[in-house]
């Protein structure tokens, strides 16, 4: 699976942008899809998993403001970031993950910054 992410840039404080990462080939069957994002100096952080059964965790910096979305049909998966802070600040990156046999996928990442 290539997972390529689009829609970064960079936006005011208390913007919004939509993330999306389009898979190279069908999601239906991926167990887990998310998104991390990577602040300079920082480790990279879970922000959003969307899984086959619809269940959805988010970072407790992100809760109330973005929003995973997963559409099968168009083998893609959207990040919605509204009310973003410059502490969103970062590179952030789509991942997919198949439990059995166990696979995990990165994407290249997309940068996002948020300017006070």
């Known amino acids: 699976v290539q997972l390529v992410e689009s829609g970064g840039g960079l936006v005011q404080a208390g913007g919004s942008l939509r993330l999306s990462c389009a898979a190279s080939?069908?999601?239906?069957?991926?167990?887990?899809m998310g998104w991390y994002r990577r602040a300079p100096g920082k480790e990279r952080e879970l922000v959003a998993t969307h899984t086959t059964d619809d269940s959805t965790i988010y970072a407790d910096s992100v809760k109330g403001r973005f929003t995973i979305a997963r559409d099968n049909a168009k083998n893609t998966v959207y990040l919605q970031m509204n009310s973003l802070k410059p502490e969103d600040t970062a590179v952030y990156y789509c991942?997919?993950?198949?439990?059995?046999?166990?696979?995990?996928?990165w994407g290249q990442g997309t940068q996002v910054t948020v300017s006070s």
């Open positions: 080939g069908s999601i239906f069957r991926i167990d887990v």
């Open positions: 991942n997919a993950v198949y439990f059995a046999p166990w696979r995990n996928y």
